[in-house]
């Protein structure tokens, strides 16, 4: 595709195609049908679509309303009128979603999108009609974030299927959405939505502009737009939250956060985010509060899933002295003939596990999770058995391994599979000191991260004792009066009222 500006539209048809030829190139999915339209075919037009990505229904249509017109595009004295281009979006053309352009550059990206553009002689006008109709993934449920209460709904590639889910949950009409392109060549269709009068103007208007600043080749997920607008670069916790489930989007929005959606993306993100964010699951607000003493196991397995292998290495390299004797004893007997420290023990069965992990994901579906679980089986019965480690070892890392496939969202456990080994060589180098230590940092660290100016760790840094409601523990939706005090606008935090459930009176 050229690089140089395109050039405007010509009054002739001819000049029009060839410039148009030249630019697509003789594509074989390009399609271009010429026809005369009117009482006599008075009127030589050109229909531009491409095959695959402009629906065939509203191709037919289209031309099915401009052949059968029957009326005459000429005035007393026998000349052609001058609004040749309103006549037809005003008389003619039954489809929605019109519009004029002047700019030949217009007219190809609406091509390349999946409209249909119709050019006219005797005329520098265009006609771009919205016919984008290519096929698609039907809706199905969440494989990446599962519930056993609450929608099914998942969202899929096609941008408008996605904001249609999220139109259908908030029918308000302060939902706003804007219309981005991002990528020179790919020219993808980038949207960002959010709840007017919630959100806060600052947030959205930051969004704006760290989208528009993007200058890359091609966007093809989310997560190229993730990695090109947060706040951390080398961080390894998530500023940014992603989910492929419209009730989540549609949650966080309506608690002043902004929603960004990319064509060809199944995930959509959403900002800003804070760290108790990626420790909540859809399903604690559909069942009752008291059930939401389960988010306080998902902090739990965090912990276990970050600090097992580490502490286990400290306490038997360095702290013998804090096990009962009668526990020393029987991980001594286990020990007595592994060649390896605690530390490599951990280091392979670790990274034994990790590989199991990602070729369970990558091996076809019906075969990967029997392929990680006897491999898991096989290969930790082998190693005791022969010798290479010890049993205790092959039960941490299996709680280990246990708990970190509690996290709700999936980006989480990427920097504790990280800090995790980190943690073990600081625990193998300086025991329980060295763990302490190395969980300070990374306390220090997650409270100077920021995501689009909302501190990571709040509530809990900054406290806010009012947010705390929805922190580790949820309590009753009619206790829930506010929303977070550090997300949206502050002259409009209201989000229910006085909803108790009361007795019924006698």
Request: charged share 20%; proline share 5%.
């Amino acid at each position: 595709m050229s690089t140089t500006a395109a050039p405007s539209l010509t009054p002739h048809l001819p000049e029009n195609i060839a410039q148009l030829v030249e630019i697509l190139g003789e594509s074989s999915d390009i399609i271009i049908r010429e026809l005369g339209i009117g009482r006599s075919g008075e009127l030589p037009i050109a229909i531009v679509f491409t095959d695959g990505l402009a629906d065939h229904t509203s191709i037919h249509e289209l031309l099915e309303s401009l052949m059968l017109f029957t009326g005459d595009f000429r005035n007393a004295d026998g000349s052609l009128i001058t609004d040749l281009p309103g006549a037809l979006e005003r008389y003619i053309i039954s489809l929605g979603g019109v519009r004029k352009t002047e700019l030949m550059e217009d007219l190809y990206d609406a091509i390349l999108s999946g409209d249909t553009a119709i050019m006219l002689d005797n005329c520098r006008l265009g006609l771009i009609v919205s016919t984008r109709g290519w096929e698609s993934r039907g809706i199905t449920e969440s494989n990446v974030e599962a519930v056993v209460r609450g929608p099914r709904e998942s969202f899929t590639e096609t941008l408008r299927t996605n904001t249609s889910l999220i139109r259908r949950r908030i029918k308000h009409p302060s939902l706003r959405m804007e219309n981005l392109r991002v990528g020179r060549i790919s020219k993808t269709d980038v949207a960002f939505m959010y709840i007017k009068g919630i959100a806060d103007d600052k947030v959205v208007d930051e969004v704006r502009n760290r989208i528009q600043r993007i200058d890359i080749d091609a966007i093809m997920d989310t997560g190229q737009i993730e990695e090109l607008i947060q706040d951390e670069t080398f961080s390894p916790f998530p500023t940014i939250y992603n989910s492929e489930r419209p009730d989540t989007i549609a949650a966080g929005m309506l608690e002043g956060r902004v929603a960004i959606l990319v064509d060809g993306s199944p995930f959509v993100l959403l900002v800003p985010v804070i760290f108790t964010q990626f420790l909540q699951s859809a399903e604690d607000y559909y069942q009752r509060s008291d059930f939401g003493v389960i988010r306080m196991l998902r902090y739990v397995a965090m912990l276990i899933s970050l600090l097992t292998p580490s502490v286990y290495i400290a306490v038997t390299t360095y702290h013998q002295e804090m096990l009962p004797t009668t526990l020393l004893l029987s991980l001594a007997t286990q020990r007595e003939g592994v060649p390896f420290p605690a530390f490599i023990e951990a280091l392979l069965m670790e990274t034994a596990f990790e590989i199991l992990r990602e070729a369970g994901i990558r091996m076809p579906r019906m075969v990967g999770s029997a392929i990680s679980i006897v491999g898991a089986l096989v290969l930790g019965q082998a190693a005791v058995q022969a010798g290479l480690v010890s049993a205790a070892m092959v039960i941490v890392v299996s709680i280990t391994a246990i708990a970190s496939f509690v996290m709700p969202a999936y980006s989480i456990s990427f920097p504790l599979r990280l800090l995790r080994y980190l943690l073990m060589f600081i625990a193998a180098s300086f025991g329980i000191y060295g763990i302490f230590l190395g969980c300070m940092c990374i306390l220090f660290h997650l409270c100077s991260l920021r995501s689009f100016g909302v501190p990571y760790m709040s509530p809990f840094g900054p406290f806010h004792a009012a947010d705390q409601k929805d922190a580790i523990f949820r309590l009753p939706l009619w206790a829930m009066h506010r929303r977070p005090s550090l997300i949206g606008k502050e002259t409009n935090r209201t989000r229910i009222k006085d909803s108790k459930p009361r007795k019924p009176i006698d």
